[in-house]
T-cell receptor, first 112, second 113 residues
Framework: DGGITQSPKYLFRKEGQNVTLSCEQN?????MYWYRQDPGQGLRLIYY???????QKGDIAEGYSVSREKKESFPLTVTSAQKNPTAFYLC???????????FGPGTRLTVL | KNQVEQSPQSLIILEGKNCTLQ??????????LRWYKQDTGRGPVSLTI?????NTKSNGRYTATLDADTKQSSLHITASQLSDSASYIC????????????FGKGTTLSVSS
């Protein structure tokens, strides 16, 4: 897990509610990423940030939003517009963009 | 279309045995290939990263090979241990504007005693 933390580990949400997943790193990495992992599927990129105050959409950004106000933090909000939010969410960071990525322990989100 | 295919989907071996996992890719232009180990319910951990010019790279009992001509990579695990039970993910990075990491679906390895 190496200096990158995610909270909470498990999260339950009712349909129609927004929820924010936390990701913090103390590795002084410039780049941060959010992925979604579904059973039997490869990781899919939601959003990434190359540097503070900047972020870009990944392959499946619809229904998600992010912010990067601090270098250490890259929170992900799952909005009610996300039709199938139940999944395992992974945050990662790297020294520079597209460098070796270090992953957090993940947050398992379940929509009830 | 950029794709990463891994085989087998799952594998069961006895403790102490060796095994080889395969990764074929159609990513272009190629930048590097990474192997990750992911324990159940945890985030992936990097095992190796190889660029175009590297044919092999080792990390303890893990040895990755890369054939850029045939666009194939393998991960060889020697003298397997129970703690090797995990999902092994092959990831290929493409050289292009913006990030283009293409993830394979992984091979689930179970090591039994």
């Amino acid at each position: 897990d190496g200096g990158i933390t995610q909270s909470p580990k498990y999260l339950f949400r009712k349909e129609g509610q927004n929820v924010t997943l936390s990701c913090e790193q103390n590795l002084n990495h410039d780049a941060m990423y959010w992925y979604r992992q579904d059973p039997g599927q490869g990781l899919r990129l939601i959003y990434y940030s190359q540097i503070v105050n900047d972020f870009q959409k990944g392959d499946i950004a619809e229904g998600y939003s992010v912010s990067r106000e601090k270098k250490e933090s890259f929170p992900l909000t799952v909005t009610s517009a996300q039709k199938n939010p139940t999944a395992f969410y992974l945050c990662a960071s790297s020294i520079v963009f597209d460098g070796k990525q270090f992953f957090g322990p993940g947050t398992r989100l379940t929509v009830l | 279309k950029n794709q990463v295919e891994q085989s087998p989907q799952s594998l069961i071996i006895l403790e102490g045995k060796n095994c080889t996992l395969q990764c074929n890719y159609t990513v272009s232009p190629f930048s590097n290939l990474r192997w990750y180990k992911q324990d159940t319910g945890r985030g992936p951990v990097s095992l190796t990263i190889m660029t175009f010019s590297e044919n092999t790279k080792s990390n303890g009992r893990y040895t990755a090979t890369l054939d850029a001509d045939t666009k194939q990579s393998s991960l060889h695990i020697t003298a397997s241990q129970l703690s090797d039970s995990a999902s092994y993910i092959c990831v290929v990075s493409a050289q292009q504007a913006g990030t283009a990491l293409i993830f394979g679906k992984g091979t689930t390895l179970s090591v039994s005693s």
